[in-house]
């Protein structure tokens, strides 16, 4: 049942989404989109003085339709998914490997200096 409602608030969700883009598409903004200097201010008795109401009421409405399909889908999914939170899912992974930690600057000599110095004087009297 869930699962149902999930796919139907979606489809609703992305329908009106698409609608309300294309209506905020085919209003005109509030200068009239210069249409008044091209057809000498005949914009408003060509396509009547009310269709900017009819176009603003319909934005209105999808906007209100959205808001509510997606709330409602965000809400029907969380309690679906059974988590409270994202983090709720990091705070139960396991811990990340630490990198080796690298050895005091004494500790790590380099070769020819860990030999003692008796071995080094007879490697140079050969010479």
């Known amino acids: 049942m869930t699962t149902f409602l999930i796919v139907i608030l979606s489809i609703i969700s992305l329908l009106s ?58 809400a029907v999914t969380s309690r679906w998914s059974g988590r409270k939170s994202i983090m709720d899912g990091v705070m139960d992974a396991p811990p990340a490997p630490v990198a080796a930690e690298a050895k005091p600057a004494e500790e790590a000599k380099p070769a020819e200096e860990a030999k003692p110095a008796e071995e080094a004087k007879p490697a140079e009297e050969a010479k």
């Open 17 to 74: 989404a698409i609608f309300l883009i294309g209506i905020i598409l085919i209003q005109q903004n509030k200068a009239g989109g210069g249409l008044g200097a091209v057809s000498g201010g005949m914009t408003e008795s060509m396509f009547g003085a009310s269709a900017g109401n009819v176009l603003s009421k319909a934005t209105a409405y999808t906007v209100a339709v959205f808001l509510v399909s997606t709330l409602l889908l965000a």
